[in-house]
């Protein structure tokens, strides 16, 4: 059950005056001391996290020396982290799919809707002999023919059947062949239409994408749309949004982020470094010295993970 701010607030306020009634109570040091300047929002989902890991804590939103929490957490530098997750993980493909590319006689194919453009751009500019196609929502499945050259396929098949109208040819339509893998930079209501259909026509093709491309599903098993797409994401975000109660899987992401930046700050104020502790957006282990690295690994979608 989610519960509202103003409800949570109010029985803390109803609870702390409580206690402060109690003439013999005794002073308890919270396990968390936050000062936090963030929106409504994001100020649920701490004291929900708060709430939901039982510790004492003590927290003002607002005020002089504040940590400054922004709304877009999934494009913030989130404390004591070297980057924003969605900077990690296009950084994690960047360097998969461009830089360890094992063909150099084969180009990517990076497929991009128009509010992507600014980032294709910026692909465009380091890797300009790679192949770059902006899609439409005209009509998906003839512009992914075109991109593929299917319809010369077709074509071909066609101009043979016309020198024996009763010859038989056994015919699968075939793509191009100059095809290194294909990365797509577009949003889920376009991924979850156009992946399919790149599937039905390049099987067997690498496919890769950030996680932006699922969220805003609002159940994990609707990502059977992007079944063998790699994902830049860990297995604990994962099991995260299989478990999630929230409407959409953004907001499970940000709740996960969210977490980690409150698990990392107990692990700091209270000297807990031996714990070995993981962010459930990372894999490597919390430390006390230098930002920290996700070192995101690469999930490959699969039904197998998130159905009965």
């Known amino acids: 059950m989610k519960f509202s701010l103003t409800l949570i607030l109010s029985c803390l306020i109803i609870f702390i005056s409580s206690c402060s009634m109690s003439p013999k109570q005794d002073l308890v040091e919270p396990d968390i001391n936050l000062k936090i300047e963030t929106t409504n929002k994001n100020k649920e989902i701490i004291i929900q996290s708060l709430l939901k890991d039982g510790d004492i804590f003590s927290i003002s939103f607002g005020g002089e020396d504040s940590y400054v929490l922004e709304n877009n957490i999934l494009n913030s530098d989130l404390k004591y982290f070297c980057k924003s997750l969605a900077e990690e993980e296009r950084e994690v493909l960047e360097k998969t799919i461009f830089k360890s590319k094992k063909d150099v006689n084969k180009k990517v194919f990076v497929i991009f809707s128009e509010n992507y453009k600014n980032i294709a751009s910026f692909l465009r500019n380091k890797y300009p002999e790679e192949e770059y196609f902006m899609i439409t929502p005209d009509d998906f499945d003839a512009q992914i023919k075109e991109i593929l050259n299917v319809d010369l396929s077709m074509k071909n098949y066609n101009d043979l059947s016309k020198f024996d109208a009763g010859l038989k040819i056994s015919h699968s339509p075939r793509i191009r062949d100059d095809i290194a893998s294909i990365y797509y930079i577009t949003d889920y209501d376009v991924g979850k239409t156009i992946v399919p259909i790149f599937r039905s026509y390049a099987l067997n093709m690498d496919t890769f994408s950030s996680s932006e491309i699922f969220h805003d599903a609002n159940d994990i098993k609707k990502l059977v749309d992007f079944e063998n797409t790699y994902i830049p994401i860990t297995k604990k975000m994962i ?70």
């Open 239 to 308: 099991e995260n949004i299989s478990k999630k109660q929230d409407p959409l899987i953004k907001s499970e992401i940000e709740n996960s982020l969210i977490r980690d930046f409150l698990i990392i700050e107990k692990v700091f104020q209270n000297n807990l470094f031996r714990e070995n502790l993981l962010p459930d957006s990372g894999n490597k282990k919390i430390k006390r010295n230098g930002c920290i690295d996700r070192n995101l690994d690469l999930w490959k979608v699969s039904t197998a993970d998130f159905t009965d």
